[in-house]
């Protein structure tokens, strides 16, 4: 069983994300146990503040240490593993990715923190594991982007797909874009269906996937491309 906590001043902007499709699957199966952490909790101020105005001036307000440390501290007694990582989501973290997605997946524990505001007293980076980033953007907060680990990361635990389902196959699994995809009908509008999709000649239908694969990489991601390590049949595909 795979647990994570997700530690945040809004838990309720994950009551709907959490409840719908693969991911409430995995829950009802209980391959995976998702807990709500509300930092408010930890605060010992008398009105639940968790913020504060920056040392040395500035504009905006900081998230405190102390409920941020505590509630971590509850994450970690509530499920006692020695495969856990505590995850700060920020932009100024290290960029997510598939290859990050599958090492999450073999862990046991993850504490995800969400920060707020001008973000966290520079402090918590003192008892997390890593910093994580989705992007060079900015969000109103870490939930969003927590959502976002807890989706990829969730595709890799084994059971949480189907039969007809699998990461194996898709986009950045082996740093490659993934091939076009069809489905019924054969002719719609004109358009038509490749016709080596249609032959029932598995080889044939395996190398026009591996070319189009490498073409749609070569073409719209091309930073990929260059990290790609191609085969004689790769280069012969793309001529």
Do not use: W
């Not at 595709?155 to 990461?167: A, D, K, N, T």
């Not at 591996?210 to 790769?234: C, G, I, Y």
Request: charged share 30%; hydrophobic share 35%.
């Amino acid at each position: 069983m795979f647990q994570i906590h997700i530690l945040t001043l809004f838990p309720e902007f994950f009551t709907g994300p959490l409840d719908v499709s693969i991911l409430k699957r995995a829950r009802e199966k209980d391959l995976i146990r998702i807990k709500l952490v509300n930092i408010r909790d930890f605060s010992h101020d008398k009105h639940k503040k968790v913020d504060d105005y920056p040392y040395g001036g500035g504009c905006g307000m900081v998230m405190k240490p102390e409920p941020i440390f505590e509630a971590v501290e509850y994450a970690m007694e509530d499920f006692k593993t020695d495969k856990r990582r505590i995850i700060l989501m920020s932009p100024q973290g290290k960029l997510f990715n598939n290859q990050m997605a599958r090492s999450l997946s073999e862990q046991e524990h993850l504490i995800l923190i969400c920060g707020h505001y001008e973000g966290v007293d520079e402090r918590v980076k003192t008892i997390i594991t890593d910093e994580v980033s989705i992007g060079d953007f900015i969000v109103t907060g870490g939930e969003l982007p927590a959502l976002a680990v807890v989706d990829a990361t969730a595709r890799f635990i084994p059971g949480v797909l189907g039969s007809h389902e699998s990461p194996e196959n898709e986009s950045f699994c082996e740093g490659l874009l993934e091939y076009p995809q069809y489905t019924r009908p054969e002719v719609y509008r004109d358009l038509r269906v490749p016709k080596v999709l249609l032959s029932g000649n598995h080889k044939e239908i395996e190398l026009f996937r591996r070319r189009e694969a490498l073409k749609r990489t070569r073409e719209r991601r091309p930073d990929l491309f260059a990290k790609l390590n191609l085969s004689d049949q790769d280069l012969e595909l793309l001529k």
